[in-house]
């Protein structure tokens, strides 16, 4: 069954680390996203991608980074850079960025700094 | 004032009853989608409406565009429905209308 794999699903870091948190998905979908949820909070959108090689920022995207090197994979690193990096973090995928799609999402990775 | 407001923040049912959930929202929309997010963190998507009514077995979606509001109702429900439900919207304003804006969740708990 096609879907979007997160991995791993648990991670610790320490301060001062950066961490890459894995995102593949084998549906095809050329749009892929990376949220972040905490608490209380509506997810938040960090980067997005329409299309292999290319991505943007989204409304928080301080202290992350990601590439497309690969339609299927889109893994984002969080940098040390990241003041608050706690979070639970979920991958994203649909057809298009800029048309009306739905979404599939992954099973998320929560990231605990330590 | 958050774009989408959904009501209320917590819920809690007893087997069988007939659930409502409310999403109101400020901006333009092109669509509304509501999700379900499991204890264990994974997000499923229910539906996503640009108009009128959806349903998909004992779930039920509904949107008044001229109002801003769009409704989760759940029929029947049962413990496996306790989970948190989101309703998210993608806005028609320039510059932002490729990304979903979300609120921050309903959580149900549903007793047997």
């Known amino acids: 069954d096609g879907g979007i794999t997160q991995s791993p699903k648990y991670l610790f870091r320490k301060e001062g680390q950066n961490v890459t948190l894995s995102c593949e998905q084998n549906l095809n979908h050329d749009a892929m996203y990376w949220y972040r949820q905490d608490p209380g909070q509506g997810l938040r959108l960090i980067y997005y991608s329409q299309i292999v090689n290319d991505f943007q920022k989204g409304d928080i995207a301080e202290g992350y980074s990601v590439s497309r090197e690969k339609k299927e994979s889109f893994p984002l690193t969080v940098t040390s850079a990241q003041k608050n990096p706690t979070a639970f973090y979920l991958c994203?995928?649909?057809?298009?960025?800029?048309?009306?799609?739905?979404?599939?999402f992954g099973s998320g990775t929560r990231l605990t700094v330590v | 004032k958050n774009e989408v407001e959904q009501s209320p923040q917590n819920l809690t049912a007893q087997e069988g009853e007939f659930i409502t959930i409310n999403c109101s929202y400020s901006v333009g929309i092109s669509a509304l989608h509501w999700l379900q997010q499991h204890p264990g963190g994974g997000i499923v998507s229910l539906f996503m409406?640009?108009?009128g009514k959806k349903k998909h077995g004992r779930l039920i979606a509904t949107i008044n565009i001229q109002e801003k509001h769009s409704s989760l109702h759940i029929t029947a429900s049962h413990p496996r429905d306790s989970a948190v439900y989101i309703c998210?919207?993608?806005?028609?304003?320039?510059?932002?209308?490729?990304?979903?804006?979300f609120g921050k969740g309903t959580l149900l708990t549903v007793n047997p």
């Open positions: 409406l640009s108009s």
């Open positions: 998210a919207v993608r806005s028609t304003s320039g510059g932002s209308n490729y990304k979903l804006t």
């Open positions: 994203a995928s649909n057809q298009d960025a800029y048309f009306n799609y739905g979404y599939t």
